[in-house]
């Protein structure tokens, strides 16, 4: 257990709808990383945000954003979903620089129908 | 840019063999190096990594990688497989802006 948890693990839902994933990181991380696993493009790191604010941006389309909240849990919403957005989508927490582990959780699995 | 190539797409060794995984990255300073694994269904399990000083790094279920330089290679290694070991591994490197770069993965299966 890595002591970052993703809610909620698994998620089914039709083209053009909207969700949002939930990652909370490890006590004490700062930082937190979202990457999306397809079978196509890879392990690709989308967005990474440091205690409160946007860090780094990837390759992360317009439809999706994402924020950090005060208690440092962060929200990474996917709008107008595409057939091509079905992925795993993973969190990562680490304490901030860029030496540091980044801990992955156990991800969520998106399926657009 | 930043890169990393895992050549080896698909391995299958038999239990108790030794174990070799290829990595090489293109990065143009000192490189922050990781190894992990996927096993099905699971997120992503910290083997090992390297950021500097002695280049054979030691990590957790007996596996071992040596950073080489000159080969721009991060190779996972490790003497004898298990048929737990079986999963898929994902080589990578700290790019700009503290993003992890991953290589593409190589799954390890194992036969009794």
């Known amino acids: 257990d890595s002591g970052v948890t993703q809610t909620p693990k698994h998620l089914i839902t039709a083209t053009g709808q909207r969700v949002t994933l939930r990652c909370s990181p490890r006590?004490?991380?700062?930082?937190v990383y979202w990457y999306q696993q397809s079978l196509d493009q890879g392990l690709q790191f989308l967005i990474q945000?440091?205690?409160?604010?946007?860090?780094a941006k990837g390759n992360i389309l317009e439809r999706f954003s994402a924020q950090q909240f005060p208690d440092l849990h962060s929200e990474l919403n996917l709008s107008s979903l595409e057939l091509g957005d079905s992925a795993l989508y993973f969190c990562?927490?680490?304490?901030?620089?860029?030496?540091?582990?980044?801990?992955f959780g156990p991800g969520t699995r998106l399926t657009v129908l | 840019a930043q890169s990393v190539t895992q050549p080896d797409i698909h391995i299958t060794v038999s239990e108790g063999a030794s174990l070799e995984l290829r990595c090489n990255y293109s990065y143009g300073a000192t490189p922050y190096l990781f190894w992990y694994v996927q096993s099905p269904g699971q997120g992503l399990q910290l083997l090992l990594k390297y950021f500097s000083g002695d280049t054979l790094v030691q990590g957790i279920k007996g596996f071992e990688a040596e950073f080489k330089r000159s080969q721009s290679s991060f190779n996972l290694r490790k003497p004898s497989v298990h048929w737990s070991d079986a999963a898929e591994y994902f080589c990578?490197?700290?790019?700009?802006?503290?993003?992890?770069?991953f290589g593409t993965g190589t799954r390890l299966q194992v036969f009794p």
């Open positions: 945000y440091y205690n409160g604010e946007e860090r």
């Open positions: 006590s004490g991380d700062l930082s």
């Open positions: 990562a927490s680490s304490v901030g620089l860029e030496t540091d582990t980044q801990y």
């Open positions: 990578a490197v700290v790019g700009n802006t503290d993003k992890l770069i």
